[in-house]
């Protein structure tokens, strides 16, 4: 299973950014879909996660900003960000909970996709 993660770029303060993840490989089931980022000198944080039923969770850093949702049939999942902070400035990284077929349960990390926010 491979996560390839994209959206990022640059914004300015208070502008919007889409980030997308997709999963390709031996997908029996996915469980939770996450996104994290990590800012320089920062350990890696949780922003938002999704259930495979669509219950959601977030970071009160991001909440009300930040909204994470998923496709099921395309194994992708999105994270909208607006009202964009410079401390949103980050490595955004997706994360996945999945069961590959005929393997127990596996945890599965993207690349990551830069996010700037400039003033």
């Known amino acids: 299973v491979q996560l390839q993660a994209s959206g990022g770029g640059l914004a300015q303060s208070g502008g919007s950014l889409r980030l997308s993840c997709v999963a390709t490989?031996?997908?029996?089931?996915?469980?939770?879909m996450e996104w994290y980022r990590q800012a320089p000198g920062n350990q890696r944080e949780l922003v938002a996660s999704?259930?495979?039923?669509?219950?959601?969770k977030y970071s009160d850093s991001v909440k009300g900003r930040f909204t994470i949702s998923r496709d099921n049939a395309k194994n992708t999942a999105y994270l909208q960000m607006n009202s964009l902070k410079l401390g949103d400035t980050a490595v955004y990284y997706c994360?996945?909970?999945?069961?590959?077929?005929?393997?127990?349960?596996?945890?599965?990390w993207g690349q990551g996709t830069k996010v700037t926010v400039s003033s």
């Open positions: 994360h996945a909970v999945v069961i590959p077929y005929g393997v127990g349960i596996r945890h599965f």
């Open positions: 490989g031996n997908i029996g089931s996915m469980n939770e």
């Open positions: 999704i259930t495979s039923d669509g219950r959601t």
